[in-house]
């Protein structure tokens, strides 16, 4: 099981950096093209799809490498019990929240498909399928949110959780993470 | 009772589609005698206009304005107002719509809406950095596509569709990416066109239309009364959009010669290729609407 | 309930969470969930859902994963170590000398990067020892480049600019103009302050090191000509008509992996690396910007923003008073919240009343961008602040104190901007006349 949601957080979360390599080879390919005569019809539109499977599919992955910002000011001051029921209380909050925000993505992919909408531009593609990733990624985002509670609940850390950076090129890494 | 409705927008409050909403919503309260009122969320503050049809046939809100032919790619019916050269000035515009408004009607309510009105904008012109004369001088210019029919032109003319997004158009235009395309005076003056572009061909190669619809279930909710009322603010609303359209298209014309713009008439030679490619697209859409499709055009052009 | 109850109870509930260490994003979409409750909305879920699908399939939004990724790229040359070897032979004559690089390197660095954090630690991490290895004063050296760090969001490309431009919806190439001439007056405010200081503490400056000759200085300056190769690269293509506003990101990356590639620091495992890394810096601040795009919605269906605008309409407030409050209420915002927060979380309630003062939203796009960079050095959470503290080994005290002379510098600049506006629109205007 351990295993399982693992390797379901690593693929979502290299299936993002693929659609992010998507973004890029799109742009240039529109933009080199328009020298050559070449358009993409709807390039336009695959890049935003791309975007938004890179944004949510990636979401798991990046929860669980900790890159997900929270307000620790409160939180970097407390320990031992009082920090373990703030923790818990944030994590039911989160896995309510986006449990809540996945199942209504599911929802509307599903409505999508029922009347059969299609995207409103050259290319008539159905909606549903570049909002599987929308959906498919929140799902496995709010798997990831109920693994850690019950990570913590049954009292080990969470693994979103960091130790301080040690060597210079650790804070360059977190400074480019913080993404401030 | 007092009813409360929700009606997003996505035009800024300037336009006139947004203008004509307000005024249409001040109506609605006064002729249902206060039990209705639409609170009007503008410049796509509530919905992005791709989402604004889902979002009332979801009920998310109760009504709703949309530029219909976004809607193309569900029914050619929705993209009929766009087919290029078919409708080709108000009047004909007007002719158009009242032929295909029961068939709209008819589509709209089996999705769970019912139409109040529609306005068209202001009608297509082409825009251009050099003489355009004939279609020959299409060719090879870069052509902005950003529907089925700007495509099909490009296709056709021999120019190059280039795919570029509103938000970057400005910068494509000044940067020499996009250097012809077709589009509304109205989009014109709003992106002050007349800095990158010098000439304006006064094509009228159709009038897209706004549409304001609600969601049935919510109208279905109203009494006679306030039903009645709202019907009678919707053809009100009609009637002085047309007319604030035309307006609208007079003053664009003049804002543009007065911003040095070649403000121009096409030419015999140019119209004439233009109408040849507007009956092949035409075609095209027969093609697409099928049957229904015949009995529409058949009864517009014998109108 | 009135609207004024409901928007209170939305704050407490928001600040609740917040402080409870609820991940932001979650805490937004919470909160869009409460004021959801107040409207005459069907379904919240819907909303929800419809909403930030719209939000996100974005053609616009796909430039900042590519500007994240041209930092992740950057960040794993030496491009840094060669930026100072190249600016530093030729500050010597200037008093204050070689702290003079901080803020040039930051400037330079930050016209390449788009994060305020990555620009300040990548500088730090190759300037903090040299200057203190030749004896400059740590403190200056410290505060120096916690503020000029923050160059790396006012000198576009910036990621807090492409967030404010897709929250406002106004142009991204229009903002990015707009920061040219207020980065470069940020600058000459921090080089001034720099020379003064010297002037005034001739003590604490290090003695003179030898002069390079001139051939030499040359020399060390090649280094520096990758990074301009790469800043040529990416306006020579938006320029030349090659790319749009948004593809020019696209360039960039590519100009970045070419250094990558020249530099031998590219192989397919950093590649691999630092796609992951744009990845899940882009996840972390598209959820954020999910969960505002909804409070926002939930926000406009309570009616709280217009309500809230004519309110402060109607104290009359002159132009200039109302910036200065809303300067007032940033920085307080700004000592607890990172700059993405502060831009997402009051944009929906504050456009509309910046709007109705007649200020132009491009140019209000800097000022934001100006008190997030106050927010990035004002304690206790300040980013620069610390990756300053960890790579200096200082307490949070010092490293905060070291940078409240440039804390005042970005003060200053606030106020320019506000009495001179055209210091922002000339530049966007020069190039888009409208
Ligand atoms: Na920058
Ligand atoms: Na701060």
Redesign the pocket.
């Known amino acids: 099981m351990r295993r399982v949601l693992d390797w379901l957080y690593r693929a979502t979360g290299w299936l993002a950096g693929l659609f992010l390599l998507a973004i890029f080879f799109l742009m240039m390919v529109m933009s080199i093209g328009r020298q050559i005569d070449m358009n993409v019809p709807a390039g336009d539109d695959l890049v935003a799809w791309c975007m938004a499977a890179t944004a949510f599919l990636g979401l798991a992955h990046t929860f669980k490498s900790g890159e997900m910002i929270r307000v620790e000011l409160i939180f970097d001051r407390l320990a031992g019990r009082s920090r373990w029921v703030l923790e818990v209380v944030s994590l039911t909050v989160g896995l309510v929240s986006v449990g809540y925000f996945a199942w209504y993505a599911v929802q509307l992919t599903y409505d999508s498909w029922r009347f059969n909408d299609l995207a409103q531009g050259v290319l008539p593609v159905p909606l549903w399928i570049p909002q599987m990733g929308y959906a498919f990624g929140l799902v496995v985002f709010a798997i990831a949110f109920a693994d850690e509670l019950a990570r913590v609940l049954s009292g080990l850390a969470p693994t979103y959780e960091k130790p301080a950076p040690k060597t210079a090129e650790e804070v360059v890494e977190r400074a480019i993470q913080s993404g401030v | 009772a007092q009813t409360k409705w929700d009606l997003p927008s996505a035009y800024p409050p300037a336009n006139f589609h947004t203008q004509n909403l307000n005024q249409f919503a001040a109506d609605v309260k006064a002729m249902t005698g206060g039990k209705l009122e639409i609170t009007v969320h503008s410049n796509a503050s509530l919905f992005k206009a791709p989402e604004i049809k889902r979002a009332v046939q979801t009920g998310q809100v109760q009504a709703g304005e949309v530029l219909i032919s976004l809607h193309e790619n569900e029914d050619p019916l929705f993209g009929l107002d766009v087919v290029p050269f078919l409708a080709t000035s108000y009047q004909e515009s007007w002719k158009l719509y009242q032929v295909s408004r029961p068939a709209i009607e008819k589509k709209l309510a089996s999705q769970g809406l019912q139409l109040l009105y529609a306005v068209a904008w202001p009608p297509q012109g082409i825009f251009a950095k050099k003489d355009i004369n004939s279609v020959e001088d299409l060719r090879g210019t870069r052509w902005r596509a950003y529907n089925a029919g700007t495509s099909r032109i490009a296709e056709i003319a021999g120019a190059q569709p280039v795919t570029v997004q509103a938000a970057d158009l400005a910068q494509a235009l000044a940067t020499g990416v996009v250097n012809t395309f077709i589009t509304s005076s109205a989009t014109g003056v709003d992106s002050k066109v007349w800095e990158s572009m010098t000439h304006y061909y006064d094509t009228q190669a159709w009038l897209p239309k706004n549409v304001i619809f609600v969601n049935k279930a919510a109208f279905d909710r109203l009494d006679a009364a306030t039903k009645e009322g709202l019907l009678r603010a919707a053809s009100t609303a009609e009637e002085r959009g047309w007319k604030l359209s035309q307006e609208t298209t007079r003053k664009n014309m003049e804002i543009m010669a007065q911003n040095g713009m070649k403000v121009l008439q096409p030419s015999p030679a140019l119209a004439d290729g233009l109408r040849q490619i507007g009956s092949r697209l035409t075609a095209d859409w027969l093609q697409r609407a099928g049957a229904s499709g015949h009995e529409l055009i058949n009864a517009y052009k014998s109108k | 309930m009135d609207l004024i109850t409901i928007a209170g109870l939305i704050l407490v509930v928001l600040l609740v969470l917040l402080g409870s260490g609820v991940w932001i994003a979650v805490g937004l979409l919470a909160c869009g969930w409460v004021g959801m409750q107040f409207t005459n909305a069907p379904s919240s879920g819907y909303v929800l859902a419809t909403t930030i699908w719209g939000n996100s399939a974005s053609w616009t939004l796909a430039a900042l994963p590519l ?1 994240i990724w041209m930092g992740e790229i950057l960040f794993r040359t030496r491009l840094s170590e060669e930026m100072f070897r190249g600016l530093a032979p030729w500050l010597n004559w200037l008093p204050g000398r070689l702290i003079h690089v901080n803020v040039l390197a930051c400037g330079i ?8 954090a990555a ?1 300040c630690a990548t500088v730090a991490k190759i300037a903090l020892p040299e200057l203190k290895k030749r004896g400059y004063d740590e403190m200056v050296s410290l505060g120096s480049l916690a503020g000029a760090g923050t ?9 807090m ?1 492409v967030i404010y431009a897709v929250a406002a919806d106004v142009s991204i190439i229009q903002v990015f103009l707009a ?1 040219f001439i207020p ?1 470069a007056i940020v600058m000459g405010l921090y080089s001034g302050y720099i020379a003064v200081w010297a002037l005034l503490n001739p003590g604490k400056m290090p003695p003179r090191e030898p002069a390079m000759p001139f051939r030499e200085k040359l020399r060390e300056s090649a280094h520096l000509i990758p990074c301009m190769l790469l800043i040529l690269l990416v306006f020579a293509t938006l320029v030349a008509g090659w790319a749009t506003a948004t593809e020019c990101a696209a360039w960039g990356v590519m100009g970045s992996l070419a250094i990558a590639a020249w530099s031998r620091s590219l192989t397919w495992q950093s590649f691999w690396a630092s796609v992951m890394g744009a990845t899940r810096v882009t996840c972390m601040i598209m959820m954020i910007l999910a969960g505002a795009s909804f409070m926002s919605t939930a926000m406009a269906y309570t009616g709280i923003p217009n309500a809230l605008a004519s309110w402060v309409d109607s104290f009359h407030l002159s132009p200039f008073v109302l910036i200065m409050a809303l300067m007032v209420m940033y920085v307080l915002l700004g000592t607890a919240l990172d700059g993405i927060s502060m831009i997402v979380l009051t944009t929906a309630v504050v456009l509309p009343m910046v709007s109705a003062a007649g200020f132009d939203l491009v140019w209000f796009g800097i000022f934001l961008v100006l008190v997030v960079e106050m927010a990035e050095v004002s304690p206790p959470v300040g980013f620069n602040l610390f990756v300053l503290q960890t790579m200096s080994g200082k307490d949070s005290l010092t490293v905060a104190r070291a940078a409240l002379p440039f804390f005042f510098l970005l003060v200053a600049a606030v106020v320019i901007i506000t009495v001179f506006p055209a210091t922002v629109t000339w530049l966007p205007r020069l190039v888009f006349p409208s």
């Open positions: 500007f660095f930050g016209s390449v990067s788009g994060s305020s620009t160059l790396g969001i006012l000198i576009p490309p910036s990621i600019m920061g980065g």
